[in-house]
T-cell receptor
Framework: KQEVTQIPAALSVPEGENLVLNCSFT??????LQWFRQDPGKGLTSLLL?????REQTSGRLNASLDKSSGRSTLYIAASQPGDSATYLC??????????????FGTGTRLKVLA | DADVTQTPRNRITKTGKRIMLECSQT?????MYWYRQDPGLGLRLIYY???????NKGEISDGYSVSRQAQAKFSLSLESAIPNQTALYFC??????????????FGEGSRLTVL
């Protein structure tokens, strides 16, 4: 059964810092991994999708890496800004036994960037 | 306009009432999903549909039913609402094929409160 863990659960940093959010998963037989951002009471916005054949993906100040063999992904945020304050979720497809057709979500890292 | 639209955005109802949450999408995706989000529990899959004639239960389908009226429309019903169904509900779509779910796109969410 695929399980997804995100550490830390909450993070508070001063503006301008570079930071890393972690996501680990138990079943490495995945097609892809997706990172989302969620603002309070809002929907999930897709940030990056990494295919299993890729090691990393970049979008602006965001860089996500994927290491399938160790069951880990990291989301790197460069030069953080107060507008980056949100909850960041990672999601991976389920295992072949539980169903690869559905995503399993971590409970997220709540990020606060202080001005 | 949003690619994935949910209505209503907020709803307060009483125990025992029938409630329908609607989702429509303009992305042209075949796959649609209903998720529920509760604090501390993350997102959990209620139902999913891979095409108009395909409906499947997710991990927490008890007390819910769905209807896929068209490729672009997927509605979630609570036949007799109960207080522990108070949550934030999300519709999502993807263009996956086979076992590869593909990138998920979410609506803004429907906040349901059952008194």
């Amino acid at each position: 059964k695929q399980e997804v863990t995100q550490i830390p659960a909450a993070l508070s940093v001063p503006e301008g810092e570079n930071l890393v959010l972690n996501c680990s998963f138990t079943d490495s037989a995945i097609y892809n991994l997706q990172w989302f951002r969620q603002d309070p009471g809002k929907g999930l916005t897709s940030l990056l999708l990494i295919q299993s054949s890729q090691r990393e993906q970049t979008s602006g100040r965001l860089n996500a890496s994927l290491d399938k063999s160790s069951g880990r992904s990291t989301l790197y945020i460069a030069a953080s800004q107060p507008g980056d304050s949100a909850t960041y979720l990672c999601a991976v497809p389920g295992s072949p036994t539980s169903g690869t057709y559905k995503y399993i979500f971590g409970t997220g890292t709540r990020l606060k960037v202080l001005a | 306009d949003a690619d994935v639209t949910q209505t209503p955005r907020n709803r307060i109802t009483k125990t025992g009432k029938r409630i329908m949450l609607e989702c429509s999408q303009t992305k042209g995706h075949d796959r649609m999903y209903w998720y529920r989000q509760d604090p501390g529990l993350g997102l959990r899959l209620i139902y999913y549909s891979f095409d108009v004639k395909d409906i499947n239960k997710g991990e927490i389908s008890d007390g819910y039913s769905v209807s896929r009226q068209a490729q672009a429309k997927f509605s979630l019903s609570l036949e007799s609402a109960i207080p522990n169904q108070t949550a934030l509900y999300f519709c999502a779509t993807s263009a996956g094929t086979g076992g590869n779910t593909g990138e998920l796109f979410f609506g803004e969410g429907s906040r349901l409160t059952v008194l």
